[in-house]
């Protein structure tokens, strides 16, 4: 029996559940449609932005390649969108923020965020 990724992925799950449903939808899509379980960031108190609220509005995913990083965002993206009033910001997004973490998938939502289509897997 096989627990390894879903270890990883329940030890950290407290923040997933202190998370916004419609971010826990995401987060869970991530999981089952491209196996990403590995959370490298969630709840940051220190945070001024999406990884400082509560409920949590931003958690990253572990993803070691760009193109498949950018597949997953762009999957995402299609699926929902994250303030109709402001279109270029988007719920995925794959990226190296300097920060030292390298290269993640960092998803977030709004309290406008919408699903966009009704197509699911
Ligand atoms: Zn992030």
Same mark, same amino acid.
């Given at each position: 029996?096989?627990?390894?990724?879903?270890?990883? %992925?329940?030890? !950290?799950?407290? +923040?997933?559940?202190?998370?916004? /449903?419609?971010?826990?939808?995401?987060?869970?899509?991530?999981?089952? *449609? %491209?196996?990403?379980?590995?959370?490298?960031?969630?709840?940051?108190?220190?945070?001024?932005?999406?990884?400082?609220?509560?409920?949590?509005?931003?958690? +990253?995913?572990?993803?070691? +390649?760009?193109?498949?990083?950018?597949?997953?965002? !762009?999957?995402?993206?299609?699926? =929902?969108?994250?303030?109709?009033?402001? /279109?270029?910001?988007?719920?995925?997004?794959?990226?190296?923020?300097?920060?030292?973490?390298?290269? &993640?998938?960092? %998803?977030?939502? &709004? /309290?406008?965020?919408?699903?966009?289509?009704? *197509? =699911?897997?």
């Amino acid at each position: 029996m096989n627990l390894g990724p879903e270890l990883i %992925f329940h030890l !950290k799950n407290l +923040d997933i559940l202190n998370a916004e /449903p419609m971010l826990q939808d995401i987060i869970m899509a991530a999981w089952e *449609k %491209f196996g990403l379980d590995v959370v490298t960031s969630g709840y940051r108190p220190s945070d001024k932005g999406t990884h400082g609220t509560t409920p949590l509005r931003a958690i +990253d995913l572990r993803c070691r +390649d760009s193109v498949i990083g950018n597949h997953i965002a !762009k999957w995402v993206n299609k699926r =929902w969108q994250y303030d109709p009033d402001r /279109p270029k910001m988007n719920c995925a997004i794959c990226h190296d923020s300097g920060s030292g973490k390298g290269l &993640h998938l960092h %998803f977030q939502v &709004h /309290p406008n965020t919408i699903r966009i289509k009704n *197509k =699911w897997w």
